[in-house]
């Protein structure tokens, strides 16, 4: 049985008996333990009978993160490269598309960004600044606005460990590379992404060098570009591909030998594994 503490239905709570033989697999998918603090008590109640964790945590017995990448196919790979990620056909640095405006540590770190580098190369759309022009889910149009851009703010509201949302796929999956603010540290994207593709806030040691390194990367086109080698092997899967995979690996799992199904977690309590598993939402400056 697998088990969201976060969506219960039909259940409100953990059923209060175990049937004897049964596996059950805890799946916090896909919202921030920091902000669903109302999931603890269905994860403490669950704790002692869980068997498998299947999360966006990559020490989860089961990885289940939002998107994956995976090998082009081969008709892909004949096709190549395509020139919509050459910098000489992107005229601004930065965009940030976000609705929740709460978040004031990333709001700041933005709006700093925007003041040293101006406001007529770094964007900001959604709720908290302007309209995009393309309507929801239009990927089409999506694909054309994008393409103007050098970077993308995938700046997560939480930063917990393993916590990358469509935000930081939505760089990869256009043509832009993910200035990434989340998870607990970089490690945590390289897990899912090549370390090259894509900048962390925690690569930096101020807003200034930030601003700095951005800078230097758009002066130099051949650097921007390397960026973007990873487009010629992977690609980004639908988010049903990933959700597939999971669930076919814990296919896998308890199709095994009863032997082999007996885990035992390396964390001694589930609620402080999920909830102890955030840091302060601001970045972790490099210190030099």
Partial sequence: MVLNPVWMAPYLVPPSIKPAGQVWVYSFHFESPKSHGFARKNTKAMSSRT???MTFQSKS???????????????KLQ????NFTDAANKKYLLIWVV???????????FKRLQEILGKDTVHLYGNCGKKLPCKRHDKACEAVFFQQYKFYAAFESSRC?????????????TSMVPLAYGGVGRADYERIAPKGAFLHVD?????????????????????????????????VSTQGSAHNRAYCELCD????????KKHKRSFSDLHDWMFD????????????
């Fill in 161 to 173: 460990r393993g916590y990358i949302t469509e935000k930081f796929f939505r760089g990869l999956q």
């Fill in 99 to 109: 609705s929740n405006c709460a978040c004031r540590s990333r709001m700041s770190l």
């Fill in 203 to 235: 690569d930096f040691a101020s807003a200034e060098d930030l601003a700095k390194g951005l800078q230097e990367i758009d002066g130099d086109d051949a650097r921007y570009s390397r960026f973007h080698e990873w487009r010629n092997k992977l690609e």
């Fill in 277 to 288: 598993s955030c840091i302060a939402d601001k970045p972790n400056w490099k210190t030099r």
């Fill in 253 to 260: 799992r308890i199709a095994q030998p009863i032997d082999h």
């Fill in 61 to 75: 017995d089961i990885f289940r993160p939002f998107y994956d990448l995976i090998p082009l196919t081969q008709d």
């Fill in 51 to 53: 068997d498998l964790t």
């Fill in 79 to 82: 096709k190549g490269l395509t």
